[in-house]
């Protein structure tokens, strides 16, 4: 699992990188590993209407999605800030509908932190 966070975490540090936040001066990077094997990076982009923002982890997502992959198995989310990274409900939300019970590593500068998808998000809506 170790050697899982690392690599991941590793792709979202590069991603925070491009991180276009001029308004929260938060760069947040995200990698979601899927069924497939492959790693899609986001990170967040801002905008002056703050509705029009785009979380990381829905940016790595939908990277996926729109290459077809369908299965989330693991994300990450870094940012170098003192905070955890921990995804926003909607952004939970979204990973839920790809991925069960997956492994969420979030970072700070303080380390990194293992949840699961189940225990940020333990009641997510569904399709009934």
């Known amino acids: 699992m170790e050697n899982l966070a690392n690599k991941l975490m590793a792709a979202a540090a590069q991603a925070a990188k491009h991180s276009y936040s001029p308004y ?8 979601v590993l899927t069924a497939g094997g492959k790693v899609f990076c986001g990170t967040n982009v801002e905008n002056a209407s703050y509705g029009a923002t785009m979380c990381a982890e829905r940016v790595a997502v939908f990277k996926a999605v729109s290459e077809g ?20 409900g909607m ?12 492994p969420v590593f979030v970072a700070g500068s303080s380390g990194v932190k293992h949840f699961t998808l189940g225990q940020l998000l333990p009641h997510r809506f569904e399709k009934s």
Request: charged share 15%.
């Open 24 to 31: 929260s001066g938060f760069p947040v990077g995200a990698a």
């Open 91 to 102: 952004c939970l939300q979204v990973l839920s509908e790809f991925a069960g019970d997956i």
């Open 69 to 88: 992959e369908r299965e989330i198995t693991a994300i990450a989310v870094y940012t170098d800030a003192a905070a955890y990274a921990f995804p926003c």
